[in-house]
């Protein structure tokens, strides 16, 4: 008899099948047994549909379709919904982020999901779940950038000098993710650096980069189709297969968000670095860097 798998455990199996996994991988990765891969493998060649086919059902068809064979209570999906009602009374608390509770509820259970398949559940279950003036932001989709308006500075050791610098704000919008740091302009060679150093930073590549308009990212700019910089979009889409987003016209939302970032900035680094000497962009930005995770483990610990 096959062990009891919710619908993403079997949309699992094909996406993994479909990437060149054995049935064994498979197994492992799920942590279900070979045979109840086996048994599920020959289900779906067949049924009526192909796998892509299954792939873009809702959760609730292709559970029926293969609800006979989900025989076994599934304590490891229970387990998931109950905690999910935890990060819901979460989700308005200032600092929230799903990595926290994600960390959280794979110390608490003994079989855990991987982090793609707690997202995915979730957004299934909530999908619908809107709060009132409340944009939702699909989790890894967007990445926001911008450039604060008022610079970080560094000082010239030979003159004195204090020499302006200019910063780079990201931020991944579902969770307030942020990543800041320095660079000597605006200049498109300097904000791709720092594109490419907020993804490592992230540890992830979104669905799309939107810009405010910079200049380094839009050659023209347009209420209705601002033209993107070849360099960037070739650098999005080459190194990383993304796409570049100006933000859209007429909605301040994009834009607040992105802002909301930089006065972040302005109150958990520039702030506390309101005294302190810098003599190279480089030590800067690994202060700034020291900041952006005392800034992380603040929001963990509350």
Known sequence: MANTLDPMDLKQIITSHQDGLSNRQIGELLDISR??????????????????????????????????????????????????????????HPGFTFQFHYNEYKEEVNNPYSYTQFMEHYKRKYAKIKGSMKLEHEEGKEVYIDYAGKKLHIVDK?????????????????SQYTYVETSTSQKREDMIESMGNAL????????????????????????????????FKDFAARHYNCVI????????????????????????????MREMVFFSIED????????LEDCISVISNN
């Open 35 to 92: 045979n109840t891969v086996n048994t599920y493998m020959k289900l779906f060649r067949a049924c009526d549909y192909e796998f892509d086919e299954l792939l873009k059902m809702e959760n609730a068809q292709i559970q029926e379709l293969f609800t006979s064979h989900t025989t076994i209570k599934n304590n490891r999906f229970e387990q998931l919904m109950l905690y999910f009602d935890k990060v819901n009374k979460g989700r308005n």
């Open 158 to 174: 030979e003159t004195g000098e204090l020499i302006p610098v200019e910063v780079f704000v990201a931020l991944l919008p579902n």
């Open 245 to 272: 987003n100006p933000t859209r016209s007429y909605s301040p939302q994009d834009k607040a968000l992105v802002e909301n970032a930089v006065q972040l900035a302005y109150q958990r680094i520039y702030y506390p």
């Open 200 to 231: 490592s930073y992230f540890g992830g590549v979104p669905k799309a980069i939107v810009s405010d308009n910079l200049k380094s990212a839009v050659t023209r700019a347009s209420k209705y189709e601002p033209e993107v910089n070849r360099t």
């Open 284 to 291: 800067l930005n690994r202060e700034i860097k020291r900041l």
